[in-house]
């Protein structure tokens, strides 16, 4: 009796020892990710990756001083001449103002972060339309999302030659940047600007005849219009002229411009309902990334950054040519009237819809600057200078009825735009490409209200036209591991 | 209590029973035939009993029932002898050092007899834990064990330290132990265990000892054993500690008021002066400074006009100006003396067949820095029983529920205490005051109102503003509930010829509920109004085991083998929420909270499935040979990599039983061995990085969102170590010296590192296999009974560590500069690539680096020119963090029944780098602190100093360098403990076996080459701005009842 428990007992254990698990037991896989084949099997997979395509543009990442595009726009705006920094508050982009920042080469500087924040939107818009064709659902669904992703691609691109070289007029042999039409692993060399160019060109094309009769679903996505708009950038870039009036047209299509009331309203430049508006991101109190966000570094009244020191302020010599009966100037703290917390010149423009929630949208693209870049290309054109005065009275006069242009011609009609220009759009992320665009000098004004002491110091006051100083830095790492490229490769 | 009537019914039938008594003498002896005074004599199971005299003679009259009698002394085993009808009973007592032969050692799926063992191993017993009050068990290894070093784990409550065996064995992935409990690997909280319970902590240091973890053995393994009831022994102890804390380690010393604000005018003077094109006159300089010196600083604790506060021609305070208000906020928000209580109670039995413990615990400590401590309660049971004579069958279970106030101690944030107070300018007060320097009271409370740095209070304050820990701590709360539960069982089946079968099964739970709200009134989440974020961390690790052994004894020969199959999984639940909007102060919850921000949850799994095997071999019990093997297989690598097979070989030789070594009267034993074998590490960060993925939860709005999180990375593996190891133990002087002496060649390969990418791909870096290094050393552990007298005994133990760390194969030959390393063939793993300083410029102040000269190829000529930009500088090797020696030393003196016991640990060599200091160093940034040390700043030509100049904005001088480098050593009285045992034949009085009253001290005194700098924080040599440690007084009393 015993003797059989035993072999009983034995021949259980064997078992157990021999048997072990099941096949597919180290087969585990995570709940928060998936495999990449899963995405790209359905067009409603290819919305999927397009939507996480534009939330990598409005997260944050790495710190505070990084939330995606607004981050970069935020750069572009304190390189500039026309935002101050009021104090050092807790130090976020202060270096930026001071250009230190994108003149360092490290990864984690504003130049690496810059280079490889845009090149992760590339490369996420390389996986969708390398993919997307491939995935089965509605044509018109392949359409719509490869459209945008081409367009993402090109808007990441124009970013990414603008930051790391000078404008395209005169540089196109320059070098480019590393030019990437699908997803590898290889690295590519800089190319030429023309490269980039031609490619951010052709893709913005195609983006326009796949996205032409599409509808969005959200204002966060791209559509015909604001590729429209983009191309009209471009072209303003390339000084091709008559295709940036045509583009700028075609993009302002079916919107319309904020009156002065509507102008100042809280939520003006913060509410992606906004019939002005062609492009945002909508950014909801969940998807709000809080401190690190631009409203953070911009609105005193949200309890951020620009509330503890870092305030940003017009130049009093900007301010001063705001006619008094313009609504636009009310988005600014009027001298005499500031407080330490809300001093004077302090920006009013861009802010929070309601102060006490972080739900707020990023301005991308708007009509106003389209009416702009119509005028700015007819007036350029030669012999357009009325229909050019036209579509700049059509935005000065929505916020400002009794604004005219007069009779200006010429020369004079083209500084009247730029200045109005740079009115319009202060803040929204135009600062120094345009003056790299307009081969300008960096010229800060200095005295009271303007750059400098007691304002937070800008370092640098002037550059000349097109100094290296302008041009952002290669990250080192990319000259070290990219194969098809050396550190001969850095920019000046 | 039951006891003490006992004791005292007893003596009332002792009384009563005057008529039937003997009388018996006796002598006490110790093994060498010496007197043993003072020992205690008692009549078995009553109170009747006395103590030797000097010659260690006895006289005790017992009742005529007595029949046995029992007598014991510190420092000998008790002893018991029948009364018997003679009337003398002479004891010859044997000494408690311990005899080599008879130590058992804890070893994977099973014990071995430490004589017979063929790896490398340190066992901790419960003597020498109990002597240190510590938390967590991980806090009293260091300088117990030598081949160890360790990090002090800092103050925050409920945290343990962090402990590396033999090295620092990867770059990139984890370098921690592999911690098992009661014969399971253990991921639950190490600090979740009580003390108390703990009988010993075995730390297995080589192949032999560790191989039969195979994928997990790789940076040594440490096990952690219960305590069990003893067979024959009941026993009830009950501990009661109160200790008291604060800070061990000093506060830098930083400038008060006056001194701050002359040199931020300095700073500020010299902004204007030193600016680049500055033609500013000095006189104008120092004018312009004098008028917005206070505007800059914002607040002006002076009583003169914010323009009078600096005299423009001395840079000297106006002698008329008197400080109106002065607040410390490290007093406010730091105390000293923070309570610790540390109670527990166990009762163990054992018969034959059973045994039983089960104990309860306590240990409640307030941290010391306000709002934060931690409260645990623990409970064990641990049961074994031999059902039948082939069955035996056990279960063990504990928990413990434990509460965790923290405080954000990490960074540079300005919500950090820490840093907080350690960075604010000394001008900044806690408390609003009002022109005349007055507190402000709160017009309804009548309270200080504080002063959080904004315009509607004193103006925004420079540094930190909007902030206000006092206030913000106190609201906020960051608090963590854990769970921790054990819970293990297990049968044991004996079966005919030698073959035995064992099968466990393991649960852990661990959960973490995490409260992290920032309150609705001030601070960062005041603009809406509070926010809250609920985390709950769930893990469940099961392991099931079935071992078949095999024991056969033929002749000489011994032979041990064991077969088994083992599958672990490890579950992981993670979710949290996050809202806010909270309708008014005081409650945390989200219920009441408005505005969902946020929410996830995840699930992680990994498991890991096993075969394994092992052979023990002894002839003579004196020619010994083991070798073991386990094949792996875990779910963190692709199917087709995810198998590998593991194994170690080792052999010993116990000279000492020889026969030719037996007129040597002096050893004792004498043995020495040699292990080699292989192991892995694949605890690499993540579970799934071999998978190309897509992220989920990058959602646009309402439309579910995804990018790509990775890349596929199917030839990815565990790191892996070819261990050498060769050892002597040995005891001599009639085991009164006693040794171990290890010899240690850890190779490990397959390290894992970044590969590189072209950041433009989309991705800068893979991880691959490609490094390898080794850490090489020898390790000494010696224990001396120096004197072992009747009255007096002392025993030192000293153990050294000393090890080389080297890296051997890298994916270049150097790596690019990150952080403070740059990985060089040949560096140490913590060897320091920074910029080197080289003083400071007599003739302008500038700061001063050294900056390669390059040649016309781009390559450094091994020329060095100044620069006095340090972005320009060049990086340099500057040693390593690694010390050349490690070790610790105690001390045990009795005399009588009292016992003194001294630990000291101490490093010497490796290098720190002070980033605290750093800060405190600043060229003038307003509002932030000063050390003391910036006084001798250079203020004029010619002076010659080694503080660089100072200057308000100046960014480009100052930052890592060596001029922030420092000697690491330090000497650390770690614990110092002093104890009284009741003799015994006071205790069995009042009705207990044994007791002992004791008082120590914690991290005592620490000696380091700079105040305020705290080397052993880290590992690699950086400092951070987290909780400090701290230095516990405590006085205990143990009682133990049988």
């Given at each position: 009796m015993k003797n059989m428990l035993y072999k009983l007992l034995s021949a259980t254990m064997l078992i157990l020892v021999l048997v072990g698990c099941k096949k597919d037991y180290l087969d585990t896989s995570p709940t928060d990710s998936v495999a990449l084949e899963t995405v790209f099997q359905t067009t409603d997979g290819g919305y999927v990756a397009l939507n996480g395509l534009y939330r990598l543009q409005f997260t944050s990442y790495v710190d505070h001083g990084n939330f995606g595009q607004k981050s970069l726009d935020l750069t572009f705006d304190l390189m500039g001449n026309d935002m101050v920094v009021n104090l050092q508050g807790y130090g976020w982009f202060n270096t930026e103002y001071q250009y230190s920042a994108i003149q360092t080469n490290t990864a984690g500087s504003r130049s690496g972060l810059t280079w490889s924040y845009l090149y992760m939107v590339v490369n996420n818009a390389n996986q969708i339309i390398a993919n997307i064709d491939n995935a089965s659902g509605a044509p018109d669904d392949r359409d719509n999302i490869k459209g945008q992703a081409l367009a993402t691609r090109a808007y990441a691109y124009y970013d990414l030659i603008n930051a790391f070289q000078q404008t395209y007029k005169g540089n196109e042999s320059k070098p480019g940047v590393p030019l990437y039409t699908e997803p590898t692993s290889e690295g590519k060399p800089r190319g030429t600007v023309q490269d980039v160019y031609t490619q951010i060109v052709a893709d913005l094309d195609e983006a326009i005849t796949l996205l032409t009769g599409k509808t969005r679903i959200t204002k966060s996505h791209i559509n015909a219009n604001t590729a429209h708009g983009l191309r009209a950038r471009v072209a303003l870039t390339m000084e091709d002229w008559p295709k940036a009036a045509t583009e700028a047209a075609a993009a302002y299509q079916g919107t319309t411009l904020m009156n002065g009331e509507e102008y100042n309203a809280a939520d003006a430049f913060s509410s992606i309902g906004n019939s002005e508006w062609i492009w945002g991101f909508e950014v909801n109190t969940e998807q709000a990334t809080i401190y690190a966000s631009f409203f953070s570094h911009m609105d005193v009244a949200t309890g951020g950054y620009a509330s503890l020191g870092t305030q940003k302020k017009i130049t009093k010599a900007l301010y001063d040519q705001i006619n008094d009966d313009d609504a636009r100037k009310s988005g600014f703290r009027a001298p005499g009237t500031g407080t330490s917390a809300y001093p004077d010149y302090n920006q009013n423009k861009l802010r929070v819809p309601s102060p006490g929630s972080w739900a707020a949208d990023y301005i991308l693209m708007r009509a106003g600057e389209m009416y702009l870049i119509e005028a700015e290309a007819l007036a350029r054109q030669g012999g357009q200078d009325a229909a050019a005065r036209t579509a700049l009275e059509t935005v000065i006069q929505a916020r400002y009825p009794d604004y005219s242009a007069g009779s200006l011609t010429g020369a004079p009609l083209i500084d009247e735009i730029l200045l109005q220009r740079r009115i319009e759009l202060w803040g929204e992320g135009f600062g120094v490409l345009d003056i790299k665009r307009l081969k300008q000098p960096l010229n800060r004004p200095t005295g009271a209200g303007n750059h400098g002491a007691p304002n937070f110091n800008p370092r640098i006051y002037t550059l000349p036209v097109e100094d290296p100083q302008f041009l952002f830095r290669i990250p080192q790492p990319e000259l070290s591991n990219n194969a098809s490229m050396t550190d001969a490769d850095q920019n000046p | 209590m039951r006891k003490l009537l006992l004791g005292l019914m007893a003596f009332l039938l002792f009384t009563g029973q005057l008529l039937a008594q003997k009388t018996i003498t006796g002598k006490v002896t110790d093994d060498k035939g010496n007197p043993v005074p003072n020992a205690s004599v008692v009549v078995k199971g009553t109170s009747t009993g006395t103590t030797t005299k000097a010659d260690g003679s006895y006289t005790l009259t017992v009742p005529s029932n007595a029949s046995t009698l029992v007598v014991s002394s510190i420092g000998v085993r008790d002893q018991e002898l029948s009364i018997g009808s003679g009337s003398v009973l002479n004891f010859t007592m044997v000494s408690t050092a311990q005899d080599l032969g008879e130590v058992v050692v804890t070893v994977p799926y099973g014990t071995i007899k430490k004589t017979s063992f063929t790896g490398a191993e340190t066992t901790v017993g419960s003597k020498q834990l109990e002597s240190q009050n510590v938390t967590s068990v991980t806090r009293a290894l260091d300088g117990l064990v030598p081949g160890i070093i360790a990090t002090n784990g800092g103050g925050a409550p409920g945290t343990g330290a962090s402990i590396r065996i033999r090295g620092i064995g990867s770059v990139n992935a984890s370098s921690e132990p592999l911690y098992v409990l009661d014969g399971a690997v253990y991921n639950g909280s190490?600090?979740?265990?009580?003390?108390?319970?703990?009988?010993t902590v075995t730390v297995l240091k080589d192949a032999a000892a560790t191989?039969?973890?195979?994928?997990?053995a790789g940076n040594g393994v440490i096990m952690l054993t219960s305590k069990k009831g003893v067979k024959g022994r009941t026993n009830v102890t009950a501990n009661v500690r109160q200790g008291y804390m604060s800070r061990s380690i000093p506060e830098y010393d930083r400038v008060g008021i006056k001194d701050y604000y002359e040199l931020m005018w300095e700073g500020n003077r010299n902004a204007l002066l030193y600016a680049p094109g500055a033609t500013i006159s000095m006189a104008a300089a120092n004018q312009a400074a004098t008028n917005t010196i206070a505007t800059s600083l914002v607040y002006n604790p002076f009583d003169v006009a914010d323009d009078q506060i600096i005299d423009p021609a001395t840079g000297k305070l106006n002698p008329n100006a008197n400080i109106l208000y002065q607040d410390d906020w490290q007093d406010v928000l730091i105390r000293s003396g923070a309570p610790r209580r540390d109670v527990g109670i166990s009762i163990s039995t054992g018969t034959d067949k059973s045994d039983f413990l089960m104990s309860l615990g306590n240990v409640d400590e307030e941290g010391i820095t306000k709002f934060s401590g931690y409260n645990r309660y623990t409970a064990r049971l641990n049961m074994n029983t031999q059902a039948t004579n082939w069955l035996k069958t056990g279960l063990s279970f504990d928990g413990a529920v434990a509460r965790q106030l923290n405080v954000?101690?990490?960074?540079?944030?300005?919500?950090?205490p820490f840093y907080y107070t350690r960075m604010m300018g000394p001008i900044y007060p806690v408390w609003q005051r009002d022109a005349e320097g007055a507190f402000v009271l709160d017009p309804t409370t009548g309270e200080r109102v504080l002063d959080y740095g904004i315009p509607s209070q004193m103006g925004t304050r420079p540094y930190a503003g909007n902030s206000n820990l006092l206030g913000t701590l106190e609201l906020d709360k960051r608090n963590n509930k854990i769970a921790n539960a054990n819970a293990a069982t297990y049968i044991e089946i004996k079966l005919p010829a030698g073959f035995g079968f064992r099968t466990a099964f393991n649960a852990t739970f661990y959960d973490a509920y995490q409260t992290t709200y920032q309150n609705s009134q001030f601070g960062d989440a005041d603009n809406v109004s509070g926010r809250s974020t609920k985390a709950t961390n769930r893990q469940l690790t099961t392991t099931f085991n079935q071992v078949l052994s095999w024991t056969k004894d033929f002749g000489a020969n011994n032979l041990r083998v064991l077969a088994g199959h083992e599958s672990y999984e490890f579950t992981q639940n993670v979710a949290n929420a996050t809202r806010t909007g909270f309708p008014f102060p005081g409650t945390d919850e989200l219920a009441p909270a408005a505005v969902a921000e946020g929410s996830t949850s995840y699930e992680n799994k990994h498991r890991i499935e096993s075969y394994f095997g092992q052979a023990n071999y002894a002839l003579n019990d004196r020619y010994l040979a083991s070798a073991s093997f386990r094949r792996d297989g875990t779910s963190r690598f692709y199917k087709d990599v995810r198998w590998g097979n593991f194994y170690s070989v080792g052999a010993g030789w116990r000279i000492s039983q020889e026969s030719f070594m037996q007129n040597i009267n002096w050893l004792n034993e004498l043995k020495i061995r040699a292990s080699y074998g292989e192991n892995g590490n694949e605890s690499l960060e993540g579970f799934y990085k071999w998978q190309a993925l897509y992220d989920l939860g990058w959602n646009n709005g309402n439309a579910p969102g995804a990018v790509q999180g990775s890349l596929a990375n199917e030839p990815l593996l565990w790191e892996k170590n070819k261990v050498t190891n060769i050892g002597a133990d040995f005891a001599l002087f009639n085991n009164r010296l006693q040794g171990t002496i290890e010899w240690f060649n850890r190779a490990s390969g397959d390290l894992l590192f970044p590969f590189p990418l072209a950041p433009s791909t989309g991705f800068s870096e893979i991880s691959r296999n490609i490094g390898s290094l080794t850490n090489k050393g020898i390790e000494v552990q010696l224990g001396y009974n120096l004197i072992s007298k009747a009255d007096f005994d002392w025993r030192i133990d000293v153990n050294l560590t000393h090890f080389e760390n080297r890296l051997t194969k890298l994916p270049q030959e150097t790596m690019p500069q990150a952080g403070n390393n740059k990985y060089r063939l040949g560096g140490s793993v913590f060897e320091y690539s920074i910029k080197e300083f080289a003083g400071v410029d007599a003739s302008n102040g500038d700061a001063l680096y050294y900056q390669d000269i390059l040649g016309t190829d781009g390559k450094p000529t091994g020329e060095r020119k100044l620069t006095n930009n340090l972005t320009q500088a060049s990086f340099y090797y500057h040693g390593d963090a690694i010390p050349d020696l490690t070790g610790g030393v105690t001390n045990t003196f009795r005399y009588k029944n009292f016992t003194l016991s001294a630990l000291v640990t101490f490093s010497v060599g490796g290098k720190f780098l002070d980033g605290n200091y750093l800060s405190l160093m600043h060229p003038g940034s307003y509002g932030t602190a000063w050390s003391t040390d910036i006084l001798n700043r250079w203020q004029k030509p010619g002076d010659v100093t080694n503080i660089p100049r100072l200057q308000n904005a100046l960014t480009t001088q100052n930052g890592t360098s060596t001029r922030y480098l420092f000697d690491g050593s330090y000497l650390n009285i770690k614990n110092i403990n002093l104890s009284y045992n009741l003799p015994r034949s006071v205790a069995s009085k009042i009705g207990m076996s044994n007791g002992r009253i004791f008082t120590s001290v914690d991290n005592a005194v620490l000696f380091t080459?700079?105040?305020?700098?705290?080397?052993?924080?880290?590992f690699d040599g950086s400092s951070d701005w987290s909780y400090p440690p701290y230095r516990t007084i405590t006085v205990g009393i143990q009682v133990n009842l049988q």
């Open positions: - | 190490i600090a979740a265990l009580s003390m108390d319970d703990i009988a191989s039969l973890y195979g994928a997990r954000p101690s990490g960074g540079t944030a300005t919500t950090n080459t700079r105040k305020g700098m705290d080397p052993q924080r880290s």
